[in-house]
């Protein structure tokens, strides 16, 4: 499978919005922010991966990123297609990253994510609608921070 991680385009909307339904997964905001993304295809340009990274800012912060709405097609679990997706979003930015999970904590385990206390979410991210709303109590939340060393790489 073609596994090259690229840009979601508007007209992909459709097919997202699909993917997470049949995962359960929420969809709401899903539209405003398309073009930020990130989409694996199979041969045919059909989508079969996506995920996203939706940024949060209160005033004089930096913003805060929340990685949302991560699937992969169930006919290409198990195939190493999350992992490429998510390696993607964490080397995109510099930025510490958080999520919301209900079914996936040991996956994003793996990925370098710890589970935390909501307590410790920042502001910016507790007054959002994911958290707010759109992912129940019992999902775990979590985060991977990156290191200062990292942070201040060229
Ligand atoms: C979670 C999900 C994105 C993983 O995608 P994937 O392409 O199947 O993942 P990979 O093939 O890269 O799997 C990597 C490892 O994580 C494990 N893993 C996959 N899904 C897992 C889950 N839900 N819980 C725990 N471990 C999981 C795999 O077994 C694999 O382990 P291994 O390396 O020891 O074999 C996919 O199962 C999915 O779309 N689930 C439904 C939606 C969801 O829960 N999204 C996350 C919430 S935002």
Known sequence: MNSMVENARRTDLERIEALL????????????????????????????????????????????????????????????????LIEHLKASTKEDLYLLTESATGFFRSLGFESIDRALAPPALRASEEFRCLCGESAAFMRRLVDSDMRNAP
């Open 21 to 84: 339904n049949a995962a359960g997964l929420p969809t709401a905001g899903v539209a405003a922010i398309i073009e930020d993304f990130r989409v694996v295809r199979d041969e045919a340009g059909r989508v079969v991966a996506a995920g996203v990274i939706e940024w949060h800012a209160e005033e004089d912060r930096e913003p805060d990123g929340l990685i949302r709405s991560v699937v992969v097609d169930p006919s290409r679990r198990g195939q190493g297609t999350g992992t490429h």
